[in-house]
């Protein structure tokens, strides 16, 4: 670890200033300060001179503006159903490699992960940048409430399949030219 040593300046003198409504002084505090290291060791009386800031400094006026806010699309009802339907295949071949975790409990599972994704793309997916984990945890809880095996593998195969998949396929669906 490098340490850097950091030429102080001490200014120990107080400077008067004046008050813009008031005859009165008020007094400065002394303070301390810190220059970066340079490759000169030695100071000169440039290093501690000021200079005014004044409004012509920065070019056009400077006004903050609060950020644009996003808005995502609304879901497309017919995008949601053919994903919907590409979901069971992809899930039940997926979990299907795994019978031993589900045996006949298999159609089931795979049931309640495409109706709570369905859910999900009807009536919250809007596009990239929209796709929660919420709906895979849904998922998960769901799948233990009513007992059925392999409710952690269901969860994650159903999370990482839409993760790879869905908004590629949004991307596809809305770029197909109307008709």
Not at 46 to 74: C, E, H, M, W
Not at 123 to 142: H, M, N, Q, R, W
Not at 161 to 170: A, F, I
Request: proline residues 9%; glycine residues 4%.
């Amino acid at each position: 670890m490098a340490l850097y040593a950091f030429p102080v300046t001490s200014i120990a003198s107080v400077f008067p200033a004046q008050r813009p409504n008031s005859n009165d002084s008020m007094l400065r505090t002394p303070c301390v300060i810190l220059h970066p290291p340079s490759s000169e060791a030695s100071f000169s009386s440039s290093t501690l001179s000021s200079k005014r800031i004044s409004a012509n400094t920065f070019p056009g006026n400077l006004r903050a503006t609060p950020p644009q806010k996003y808005v995502y699309p609304d879901p497309i009802p017919e995008f949601a159903l053919a994903e919907t339907q590409k979901f069971r295949a992809e899930l039940l071949k997926k979990l299907s490699k795994d019978k031993e975790t589900f045996g006949d409990d298999l159609d089931t599972v795979v049931n309640v992960c495409v109706e709570i994704f369905s859910e999900f793309l009807h009536k919250e997916y809007g596009g990239p940048g929209t796709l929660l984990v919420e709906p895979f945890t849904d998922i998960l809880v769901a799948l233990k409430e009513k007992k059925l095996p392999g409710a952690p593998l269901a969860a994650r195969s159903s999370l990482l399949w839409s993760q790879n998949y869905v908004d590629q396929d949004w991307e596809v669906w809305n770029s197909k030219p109307a008709n």
